[in-house]
């Protein structure tokens, strides 16, 4: 089954504490990106990733590092959290010639993770 | 930059009442709009991908447009099950960056 994982799915943490949050592929897609979600804000992008080792900032990067040494993954780190990243997170991935082919789905999302800073 | 506003913010419906969501853009040439469907806690379910104006798409009752500067995702004869929050969102030409509007949450009563 095609699909984007996301571990973990709840998390709370402390502020400062580092944290990975982990997304994973199994449908070889070169595009993979994270978004945070909050209330009257909607879907925010954080980091992108165009292919293995090419990664690139989003709308708010501030506070986030990124990493991507395999295909299939692309964690999301949190090198010192701090409150004003409680927030929804998603990752998603697409393969990079959707509109070239006319793929019925563009970015797949995986299932979200709902961290908690205090 | 692109920018996408979605109207109305929330939407209550009785089963069965048709109605319309707005999704309005600005972007510097359009790769693609989508739609997807929200539920609370969960990622977002792809519906539809939309090229060019003009184009229109169809999934069991919902109904998709698309002009030069907005779309639309039309509900017909609502049910429960369709209560949700929708999403609109963007692509620009020869960017990987999808933006995304706020969504509209639609509540569907039996």
């Known amino acids: 089954e095609a699909q984007v994982t996301q571990n973990p799915r709840y998390l709370i943490t402390v502020t400062g504490k580092k944290l990975t949050v982990t997304c994973s592929q199994n449908m070889n897609h070169e595009y993979m990106s994270w978004y945070r979600q909050d209330p009257g804000l909607g879907l925010r992008q954080i980091y992108y990733?165009?292919?293995?080792?090419?990664?690139d900032k989003g709308d708010v990067p501030e506070g986030y590092k990124v990493s991507r040494k395999e295909k299939r993954n692309f964690p999301l780190i949190l090198e010192s959290p701090s409150p004003n990243q409680t927030s929804l997170y998603f990752c998603a991935s697409s393969p990079d010639n959707w509109d070239r082919v006319r793929s019925r789905e563009t970015q797949y999302f995986g299932p979200g993770t709902r961290l908690l800073v205090l | 930059e692109d920018q996408v506003t979605q109207s109305p913010e929330a939407l209550r419906l009785q089963e069965g009442e048709s109605s319309s969501l707005n999704c309005s853009y600005t972007v510097s040439g359009l790769r693609g709009l989508f739609w997807y469907r929200q539920d609370p806690g969960k990622g977002p379910e792809f519906l539809f991908t939309l090229y060019s104006a003009g184009e229109e798409k169809e999934k069991e009752r919902l109904k998709a447009t698309l002009t030069k500067k907005e779309s639309f995702l039309h509900i017909t004869a609502p049910k429960p099950e369709d209560s949700a929050t929708y999403l609109c969102?963007?692509?620009?030409?020869?960017?990987?960056?999808?933006?995304f509007g706020a969504g509209t949450t639609v509540t569907v009563r039996a």
């Open positions: 990733s165009m292919n293995v080792e090419v990664t």
């Open positions: 969102a963007v692509q620009a030409a020869g960017d990987y960056k999808l933006s």
